[in-house]
């Protein structure tokens, strides 16, 4: 363990020989105290425990070095960073168009489509396109939000309120569901239902007679 070197990262620690002040703030492996040693001494202490000695706090003066196994403290903190990034949730913001004179049956079925990414935890970017003589009647637009937002009301809220933009009127709906509690609920839906599928496939096998 002695001979563990570092790769030329600079983020990366100063450990072992390549710690260069007279002199460290010593911290033990347990976290205890050992007080202000010379680098020769703290150096000694690490060969003896077997484990690095590992510069914690480089602005400090003099410096806090902690004797540790420096080869697992990394292994352990990369495992914790990837299940941070692996639990980590990115807001998406999706985008849906409508028109204003929209059909019955298609506005259901966009707002299908909202409701649906509402529920994941995203945001819906909602644009109302206006064509022509439309753009002379900004409250159809208007109205179509009211409405949608009101539809949907149960799973999001209004984030930032309809503004004109151009030929489009824009609204952003945003949910009451955190990304990560949507993802934490998917995934224990998901065990549910393969623990349905499993327990369905051995009842299946239990109830099949046997051959004579």
């Given at each position: ?12 620690p100063?450990i072992?020989?390549?710690i ?14 050992v ?10 202490l ?7 000695l ?5 602005n ?11 080869g697992?403290?990394k ?5 914790k ?5 692996k639990n980590?949730?990115h ?9 204003p ?16 990414f509402?529920?994941q935890?995203?945001?819906v ?18 109205r179509l ?7 949907v ?23 009451h569901k ?5 993802m ?8 549910a ?13 239990a ?6």
């Amino acid at each position: 363990m002695w001979c563990y070197r570092g790769g030329p990262i600079s983020a990366e620690p100063r450990i072992n020989d390549r710690i260069r002040v007279p002199e460290v703030r010593l911290v033990g492996p347990s976290g205890e105290q050992v007080g202000i040693v010379p680098l020769a001494k703290a150096l000694e202490l690490a060969q003896e425990y077997d484990l690095d000695l590992v510069e914690v706090a480089a602005n400090a003066r003099p410096p806090v070095c902690k004797l540790m196994d420096y080869g697992k403290f990394k292994y352990e903190s990369a495992m914790k960073a990837r299940e941070a990034r692996k639990n980590q949730a990115h807001t998406v913001i999706k985008e849906m168009k409508l028109r204003p004179k929209i059909d019955p049956h298609d506005y259901d079925t966009k707002k299908g489509h909202v409701v649906r990414f509402l529920k994941q935890g995203d945001k819906v970017k909602i644009t109302i396109m206006f064509r022509g003589r439309e753009q002379s009647r900004p409250e159809l637009g208007y109205r179509l939000l009211q409405r949608l937002a009101e539809d949907v009301q149960d799973l999001g809220f209004v984030e930032s309120n309809p503004k004109q933009d151009g030929r489009n009127m824009i609204m952003v709906l945003g949910p009451h569901k955190k990304k990560t509690e949507a993802m934490a609920e998917a995934r224990e839906a998901q065990a549910a239902r393969k623990a349905e599928r499993q327990g369905g496939s051995t009842a299946d096998a239990a109830e099949e007679p046997a051959e004579a």
